[in-house]
């Protein structure tokens, strides 16, 4: 199998050429039926359920959210930034602690 779950998704024209459309929505049209049967024996189905459900049955149809040429914003470039200053200060205290370190070397050789 060569699909690429990471990748671009096959259009619908693909889909249709493989026969998986077709299979979508026989699968959907079977249950549709079966949820039918089963409100018909419950009692029917309220307003705010139908309306639900259309509402839901819509987001199949819905059209791609972001253009393919727009550029996505870098959700994490603040948290980089911030460890990025944070590491930068811990070289700083990293770079003083070591001076001070060579600093007393110095200092004990005089010493002795």
């Given at each position: 199998?060569?699909?690429?779950?990471?990748?671009?998704?096959?259009?619908?024209?693909?889909?249709?050429?493989?026969g998986t459309a077709d299979w979508l929505t026989d699968a959907?049209?079977?249950?549709?039926?079966?949820?039918?049967?089963?409100?018909?024996?419950?009692?029917?189905?309220?307003?705010?359920?139908?309306?639900?459900?259309?509402?839901?049955?819509?987001?199949?149809?819905?059209?791609?959210?972001?253009?393919?040429?727009?550029?996505?914003?870098?959700?994490?470039?603040?948290?980089?930034?911030?460890?990025?200053?944070?590491?930068?200060?811990?070289?700083?205290?990293?770079?003083?602690?070591?001076?001070?370190?060579?600093?007393?070397?110095?200092?004990?050789?005089?010493?002795?």
């Open positions: 199998m060569d699909f690429d779950p990471y990748g671009d998704m096959p259009s619908f024209e693909d889909l249709k050429k493989s959907m049209a079977e249950q549709k039926k079966k949820n039918a049967s089963l409100l018909a024996a419950l009692g029917g189905e309220s307003e705010a359920l139908a309306a639900e459900r259309q509402n839901l049955e819509g987001l199949l149809e819905l059209p791609v959210e972001e253009l393919p040429g727009e550029e996505t914003p870098d959700l994490f470039a603040a948290e980089r930034a911030e460890a990025e200053k944070r590491r930068a200060s811990l070289d700083g205290i990293f770079g003083d602690l070591e001076a001070s370190r060579k600093a007393e070397q110095e200092r004990l050789r005089k010493l002795f």
